[in-house]
Nanobody
Framework: QVQVVESGGGLVQAGGSLRLSCTTF????????MGWFRQAPGKEREGVAC????????YYADSVKGRFTISRDNAKNTLYLQMNSLKPEDTAKYYC??????????????????????WGQGTQVTVSS
């Protein structure tokens, strides 16, 4: 049984930083694309960043480029999201997903298919102004 578990969320002031982690169990982590998505209250879920399994190529939503960095440690079956220069509009529940499409920045546009792949329960990030 595959499990995806996020951690690292919290409350931070605008301009601050947080690092999210996502650990998977029962999954061929090293052979799986991974991604971060987020959903703010009253809004649709949206893509944040993804990383390919093969070359570790990364893609980002325009709203986070230059501020967020996605990375992976295949030896630890863990995905990370380093978030710097946080803004109040980054406030959302952040979800880790195993197996999302990750072919270009365009895969971070629009609502993701939550019926595909494996998803965690999310971790809340709140940025105060």
């Amino acid at each position: 049984q595959v499990q995806v578990v996020e951690s690292g969320g919290g409350l931070v002031q605008a301009g601050g930083s947080l690092r999210l982690s996502c650990t998977t169990f029962g999954l061929n982590f090293g052979g799986t694309n991974m991604g971060w998505f987020r959903q703010a209250p009253g809004k649709e879920r949206e893509g944040v960043a993804c990383i390919t399994w093969s070359a570790g190529t990364t893609y980002y939503a325009d709203s986070v480029k230059g501020r967020f960095t996605i990375s992976r440690d295949n030896a630890k079956n863990t995905l990370y999201l380093q978030m710097n220069s946080l803004k109040p509009e980054d406030t959302a529940k952040y979800y880790c997903a195993a197996g999302p499409p990750c072919r270009g920045d365009y895969d971070m546009i629009g609502q993701p298919r939550t019926d595909l792949g494996y998803w965690g329960q999310g971790t809340q990030v709140t940025v105060s102004s």
